[in-house]
């Protein structure tokens, strides 16, 4: 069974999806300018970038409302989200940011594919 608008989540898909937003929280704490880790340019500007719509992606999945479960609403809403935000950064209005990057589009972008790719291939149900 491949998750889609028809299936939901498999049962061991929740704690697996709220493991992996739990980190991708905690990562928060690590990141900014006292980072001091390897590759700071791409931590601090564009590591979160992709995980926040990796994360949001597959939360959504595991959702009880059926209209989340397809793969393509859910990819546009998380892209939606990403560019409206970065949006308003470029015209001033801070909003989860205040600094506007446009390869922050593409690090959205290769979050939710990244998702949907952890999603068809690892998260799958293999009994079925």
Same mark, same amino acid.
């Given at each position: 069974m491949h998750?889609? *608008?028809? =299936?939901?989540a498999? !049962?061991?898909w *929740?704690?697996?999806?709220?493991?992996?937003c739990l980190?991708?929280?905690?990562?928060?704490?690590?990141? %900014?300018?006292q980072y001091?880790? @390897?590759?700071p340019?791409?931590?601090?500007?564009?590591?979160i970038?992709? +995980?926040?719509p /990796?994360?949001?992606?597959?939360?959504?999945g595991?959702? *009880?409302i059926t209209?989340?479960?397809? !793969? #393509?609403? !859910?990819?546009?809403?998380v892209l939606g989200v990403?560019?409206? $935000?970065?949006?308003?950064?470029? /015209?001033?209005v801070?909003?989860?940011?205040r $600094? /506007?990057? @446009? #390869? &922050? /589009?593409?690090?959205f972008?290769i %979050?939710?594919?990244?998702?949907n790719?952890?999603? !068809?291939?690892i +998260? =799958? &149900? @293999?009994?079925s």
């Amino acid at each position: 069974m491949h998750l889609n *608008k028809e =299936s939901p989540a498999p !049962r061991y898909w *929740k704690p697996v999806v709220v493991a992996i937003c739990l980190a991708v929280g905690g990562i928060h704490f690590v990141t %900014g300018p006292q980072y001091g880790g @390897p590759l700071p340019g791409f931590v601090n500007g564009y590591l979160i970038d992709i +995980l926040l719509p /990796f994360a949001m992606y597959l939360l959504l999945g595991v959702q *009880k409302i059926t209209l989340l479960h397809g !793969r #393509l609403l !859910r990819a546009l809403l998380v892209l939606g989200v990403g560019v409206l $935000t970065e949006t308003l950064q470029y /015209f001033g209005v801070p909003i989860f940011g205040r $600094t /506007f990057d @446009p #390869l &922050d /589009f593409a690090m959205f972008a290769i %979050g939710v594919l990244a998702a949907n790719l952890l999603e !068809r291939v690892i +998260l =799958s &149900d @293999p009994l079925s």
